[in-house]
């Protein structure tokens, strides 16, 4: 069974559902969470609070929302809902909008979810999954494409584009150009909880690494906004959504938007930027 197969069940997914608006849709998720007793009321008023807060940074990917907050007491166990809409919302992400799938996250700590974020983060980076979670007819459907695609997760949605292939076999280690500077050998993704969409970001960014051969020299850490302002001196660079980018301000460490927290291609272009490759 896949690490997503056990955090989603039949009852936590719900398809063609109708939403009003961003609030109505993540609301529909936390119900799913709420009525499994994963969590309670108020974790789904706290993920609706994390977006008017920290704005639409939770949609990682075109069409693709990941609704999540911090671990509290509403939290009664690790759990996943899965909704897609009847009409996609706009959240008010500049280019991943509308949202057709929110899916929910309840974590009672902060590694349970791991190894699920990876597969999810792997399978969204690929066209074909994404085609099939769109015609899923039903949950028993959408459930079986999740469990069945995971289960090879390690290669999909990694490109094997000319550019990212090209860079396999580079050898030397990172150094950043704009300070002359050498690596610090860190690099963090970075979201408002540290928990979701950060390690979206940071899987995609090692499936780079991964490939570039590049994993030997450079760890790669997620992490919150305020714990990132401490950690920033650690790092080459910090990678993360444009939201939580002027949430950090200057932190004396170049700051790199990514549009797409699935996108290998957009990681690859974005490295290659920053330590000139």
Known sequence: MSDLSR???????????????????????GELLERRGAAGGEYTRAM???????????????GFAFAHARPTGAVHRTAM???RLAVPVEFGHATNDPV????????????????????????????????????ASTSEEMLSVLSALSEDTPSA????????????????????????AESRNKILTVCGNGLGTSLFLKNTLEQVLDRWGWSRYLTVEATDTISARGKAQ?????????????TLGDVGVPVKVIENFTSTTELDAALRELYDV
Do not use: C, K
Request: glycine share 4%.
């Open 48 to 62: 609706i609070a994390n977006v008017e807060e920290n704005g639409p940074y939770i949609v990682v990917a075109p």
């Open 81 to 83: 809902s899965w909704v």
């Open 100 to 135: 057709t799938h929110v899916v929910a996250l309840a974590a009672d700590d902060s590694t349970a979810h791991v190894r699920a974020m990876r597969d999810l983060a792997t399978l969204l980076g690929s066209p074909e999954t994404r085609a099939a979670l769109d015609r």
């Open 234 to 246: 650690e790092a080459d660079l910090i990678l993360t959504s444009g939201e939580i980018a002027r």
């Open 157 to 180: 949605g990694v490109p094997t584009s000319s550019a990212t292939t090209s860079a396999t076999t580079a050898t030397a280690t990172p150094a950043r150009t704009e300070t002359a």
């Open 7 to 29: 955090l989603l069940d039949l009852a936590s997914i719900r398809l063609d559902e109708p939403a009003g608006d961003w609030r109505e849709a993540v609301a529909r998720a």
